[in-house]
């Protein structure tokens, strides 16, 4: 079974359900990662804001942000290798990734957990 890591720009949460305005690309990334999650699927996601060291552990990420920037993330991997930078995978590029149908990992019903952000009465960070 394929290995997926996903390395976000710095956000507040990566539901995009927080702060003043809503992000359904976010919400659409994680609904998917939910439904693969359910079919023991794991894909593991990174934040930078709120862990940095995993940026600075990965030397191709160090790399990718040396020379491009942070504009350069999100950055997915598969296989430790780097599949798509400067943005997230489409669903059809999920389910192509790990082998799966595109139809079992689309967000139908599947309801995302929501975690509160601590960033304060203004919204998020």
Same mark, same amino acid.
Request: glycine share 8%.
């Given at each position: 079974?394929?290995?997926?890591?996903?390395?976000?720009?710095?956000?507040?949460?990566?539901?995009?359900?927080?702060?003043?305005?809503?992000?359904?690309?976010?919400?659409?990334?994680?609904?998917?990662?939910?439904?693969?999650?359910?079919?023991?699927?794991?894909?593991?996601?990174?934040?930078?804001?709120?862990?940095?060291?995993?940026?600075?552990?990965?030397?191709?990420? /160090?790399?990718?942000?040396?020379?491009? !920037? &942070? +504009? %350069?993330?999100? @950055?997915?991997?598969?296989?430790? =290798?780097?599949?798509?930078?400067?943005?997230?995978?489409?669903? /059809?590029?999920?389910?192509?990734?790990? !082998? &799966? +149908? %595109?139809?079992? @990992?689309?967000?139908?019903?599947? =309801?995302?957990?929501?975690?509160?952000?601590?960033?304060?009465?203004?919204?998020?960070?």
């Amino acid at each position: 079974m394929s290995k997926m890591e996903i390395y976000d720009p710095a956000m507040c949460c990566s539901t995009g359900v927080c702060g003043p305005s809503v992000n359904p690309e976010l919400i659409r990334v994680a609904a998917v990662i939910e439904n693969l999650k359910k079919m023991g699927i794991v894909v593991t996601r990174h934040n930078l804001s709120s862990e940095p060291q995993a940026y600075t552990k990965n030397s191709a990420i /160090q790399q990718e942000l040396n020379s491009k !920037g &942070v +504009k %350069v993330l999100p @950055i997915t991997f598969v296989d430790g =290798k780097i599949v798509k930078r400067g943005g997230y995978l489409t669903n /059809q590029e999920f389910a192509d990734f790990l !082998g &799966v +149908k %595109v139809e079992s @990992i689309q967000s139908q019903s599947t =309801k995302v957990k929501v975690t509160k952000c601590n960033c304060g009465p203004k919204g998020c960070c």
